[in-house]
């Protein structure tokens, strides 16, 4: 039976996103949903399509722009299915907005802050600072395992500057 591949290293994907730009230049690049939808179209299906229930590589367009639907056994997949964008209840472009701002303080960043910055509550901006960190976490551990065959340049200063405030068990956000 066909097992789905775990996306791994979806959120090093993300940081190299974020990686060298300002606020201003992602608020640019990310201004509405569709940006941010498109922009993990790339991440997720640039490479070519393959259904995370079956495998098979071919898909007919989906419900929407972002969705692509299995032409083997029709299962419909959002772009965010598997990523820490999934079932989200807030818009996709306030969680971006988090992420970016999440991986780019070098110091800590209260949940009060973040959720006043984006215009959600605080508990959302908690909830979704915590599935960052985990996937953060994940990535860094599979990396240290020798899991992880991706291009050495994905993995920005970021996740090196968590890795030495683990180490000195500084609170880094
Ligand atoms: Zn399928």
Not at 19 to 27: R, V
Not at 72 to 94: R, W
Request: aromatic share 14%; charged share 25%.
């Amino acid at each position: 039976m066909f097992k789905a591949k775990y996306i791994s290293n979806f959120i090093l994907n993300y940081l190299a996103m974020f990686k060298g730009i300002n606020a201003i230049e992602f608020s640019k690049k990310f201004a509405n949903n569709e940006d941010c939808y498109k922009y993990l179209i790339t991440i997720k299906w640039g490479n070519g399509y393959q259904c995370s229930k079956c495998g098979c590589t071919d898909s007919y367009k989906g419900r929407t722009y972002y969705y692509c639907r299995c032409k083997q056994c029709g299962y419909d997949e959002s772009v965010t299915a598997n990523t820490i964008f999934h079932g989200m209840k807030m818009p996709v472009l306030k969680a971006f907005h988090m992420v970016f701002r999440l991986t780019a303080k070098k110091k800590g960043m209260s949940t009060v802050e973040l959720g006043t910055e984006v215009g959600v509550e605080q508990k959302t901006a908690w909830l979704f600072k915590r599935k960052v960190q985990a996937a953060m976490k994940k990535d860094s551990d599979d990396k240290l395992k020798g899991h992880v065959d991706i291009d050495e340049a994905l993995v920005g200063d970021t996740l090196l500057q968590l890795a030495e405030a683990q180490k000195r068990r500084v609170p880094y956000w």
